[in-house]
């Protein structure tokens, strides 16, 4: 159900939105965690190495919003 002016993050994992795809909605899968069901916190399991994290907000249809409302990417090692 469409509620003007709310949404949900969606994390994406060592993945970067494109401009085009800052007007689709953000894909589900193993780079696109969505948290639509009022979720405040999950386990990411990831490989040794480095990684990158952003939280990008998204309305009832995962579509950005215009303008983006998003964190500051950071990167995390997994030891």
């Known amino acids: 159900m469409q509620n003007e002016r709310t ?3 969606h994390l994406v994992i060592d993945a970067k939105l494109s401009d085009e ?7 589900a899968d193993a780079k696109h965690v969505h948290f ?8 990411v ?20 919003h215009n303008p983006p409302v998003m ?5 995390i090692t997994v030891r």
Do not use: F, Y
């Open 7 to 9: 949404g949900h993050h």
């Open 21 to 27: 795809e800052l007007k689709r909605p953000i894909a």
């Open 36 to 43: 639509g069901g009022g979720q405040t916190e999950t386990t």
């Open 45 to 64: 399991t990831l490989p040794p190495g480095s990684h990158t994290l952003q939280l990008v907000l998204g309305d009832w249809s995962h579509i950005p």
């Open 71 to 75: 964190s500051p990417v950071i990167t």
